[in-house]
């Protein structure tokens, strides 16, 4: 993938649906060493700020992928990437005022205890 719009510090990607897919798919057929394999990707976008992807992969040879209904199969299966498991605790919220206070008493305490200063 070239990009002519690239500096020595940045590099700048615009990527339009069929590259995501095409990456997603990519990414989720070497994580799970798939090898040859046929399969079938799409958005969902329910218009409620959760965009996801639902994705399915079968043997090269099985065509009934081809014939799945991804939405279908959306409503029955649970999120199962790996940020799919984080707890709700874990997830910080940087905006959060209540959320800044705690990592910084975290952080003044990291520091007295190692006497460090970040």
């Not at 990607?13 to 799970?32: R, S």
């Amino acid at each position: 993938m070239k990009n002519k719009k690239n500096d020595k510090k940045h590099h700048y990607f615009k990527l339009n649906a069929d590259d995501i897919l095409e990456i997603v798919c990519h990414h989720l057929a070497d994580q799970e060493e798939l090898g040859t394999y046929n399969s079938k990707l799409t958005f969902i976008d329910e218009g409620n700020d959760d965009l996801r992807i639902v994705a399915a992969f079968g043997e090269l040879e099985d065509e009934s992928i081809t014939k799945l209904d991804l939405f279908k199969l959306d409503k029955e299966i649970d999120y199962n990437g790996d940020h799919a498991n984080i707890p709700e605790e874990c997830i910080l919220d940087p905006n959060n005022p209540e959320t800044r206070e705690k990592l910084k008493k975290i952080k003044e305490e990291i520091e007295k205890e190692l006497k460090i200063k970040f």
